[in-house]
């Protein structure tokens, strides 16, 4: 079983509407959860984190988290065009300096 | 604006030269990383800095020397590199693990690196 976990995609979501993205860990001990954000040749951007159980909100992003489940996830509110990118869950292994990241789901966003 | 700048942004080299990456952070973070990234993969850890001090190396081969002048500077050595190293090398830095504080990384823009 992997570390973390992401289908890979690609996902197509129409514009305005909500993009889910989803990403499983394997560590009950993890502690620090990341979404970034990747453009195509361009470097990994932190757009999320999240430390509680619960959602956090940041404008038109949700991050959701469910440590009993190892579960937690990033809502897009109005995808826009401009949301198209590859979106790399990253997982803080416990007691560690180390991130582990998931696969990355490759994200379009269709006019 | 990024705060954590990386140089040069492209690097073609041969198998026989050395060169070096330089990594700069203005975040105030204690710890710095490097990481490999190969076309459709996610990042790889290399190498953990913290407090100045290599804390990992995930058994990167000896072609690859990093280098912590002081908290603000990475630098990543390389000498007789093969093509398979051909990819985006990232430098990242975060407060440190256990510092009480938010440990967010956060990347530069990355050099993008040709073994010929």
């Known amino acids: 079983q992997k570390e973390v976990e992401q289908n890979s995609g690609p996902l197509s979501v129409p514009e305005g509407a909500i993009a889910s993205l989803n990403c499983t860990y394997s560590d009950r001990g993890s502690q620090s959860f990341f979404w970034y954000r990747q453009y195509s040749g361009k470097s990994p951007e932190l757009i999320m984190f999240?430390?509680?159980?619960g959602d956090k909100e940041d404008g038109r992003f949700t991050a959701q988290l469910n440590k009993a489940s190892q579960y937690v996830s990033l809502l897009i509110r109005d995808s826009q065009p401009s949301d198209s990118a590859t979106y790399l869950c990253a997982v803080k292994i416990g007691g560690a300096q180390k991130l582990v990241f998931g696969q990355g789901t490759r994200l379009t966003i269709n006019p | 604006d990024t705060e954590v700048t990386q140089t040069p942004k492209h690097l073609v080299m041969g198998m026989t030269n050395k060169k070096s990456l330089k990594c700069e952070q203005h975040m105030g973070h204690r710890a710095m990383y490097w990481y490999k990234q190969k076309a459709k993969k996610p990042p790889e850890l290399m190498f953990v800095?913290?407090?100045?001090?290599?804390?990992i190396n995930e058994s990167v081969p000896s072609r690859f020397s990093p280098e912590c002048p002081n908290s603000s500077l990475l630098n990543l050595h390389l000498h007789a590199l093969q093509p398979e190293d051909s990819a985006l090398y990232l430098c990242?830095?975060?407060?440190?693990?256990?510092?009480?504080?938010?440990?967010?990384?956060?990347f530069g823009p990355g050099t993008r690196l040709t073994v010929t």
């Open positions: 990242a830095s975060s407060q440190p693990y256990g510092a009480g504080v938010g440990d967010e990384q956060y």
């Open positions: 999240i430390y509680s159980n």
């Open positions: 800095y913290s407090y100045e001090k290599l804390s």
